[in-house]
């Protein structure tokens, strides 16, 4: 019984990861209770994703230009790669300030269980990447989660690359800072333990 509109707004919305068909409903409801202006501004927001971003195609992050700020960026470290899941983990990084080399994005970790292989991944563009007779790189971090998804991918990752010169590294794991003793968990102490270091 509801306009054609309103289902195709409300079918949009379910689509989204993590949103339900009653939250849909809700979402299309609430839109079209806003001022026109706002429902154009919101569609034309989706819209430029379309049409105004891209792949990187160094470093396969999502971005306005090809190559993306921080591969066209002559300032940045070529000698040091980051190595990250998908492209939200590269602001991340750079919100630390420490790194200032250059990123690859996989697209994702790898998980048999959800279909995910190496195929689908960005793996062959990185291993290409490193193999360029022009390639400067002498450090890969990998900076991956610390779930099983992300440990299969540096085990996998490690592999491949510990036949080439270039030193391969990960993040290092332990307390969060403010992190009270009595409730960390065994793996995130043994890990503080083992990464410990001088004061």
Known sequence: MLPDAIQNAAAAFD????????????????????????IQRFARSIDSLAFSITSCSLCHQWAETNPCLICGDPKRDPSALCVVALS???????????????????????D??????????????LLDRLHEPSSTIREIILALDTDVA???????????????????????????????????????LANALTNRKET
Not at 89 to 109: K, M, N, P, S, W
């Open 15 to 38: 689509s989204l990861p993590g949103i339900g068909p009653r939250a849909a409903l809700r979402y299309a409801y609430w839109m079209i209770s806003q001022p026109k202006e706002t």
């Open 150 to 188: 992300g440990d299969t991918t540096a085990l996998f990752l490690k592999k491949h690359l510990e036949i080439l010169p270039i030193k391969v590294t990960r993040l290092a794991r332990g307390l969060p800072t403010g992190a009270l003793l009595e409730y960390a968990d065994p793996d995130t």
């Open 112 to 125: 048999p269980m959800e279909g995910r292989s190496p195929d689908q991944l960005t793996i062959r563009q």
């Open 88 to 110: 939200p983990d590269i602001r991340v990084v750079e919100e630390t300030g420490v790194f200032r080399g250059r990123y690859h994005v996989l697209g994702g970790t790898l």
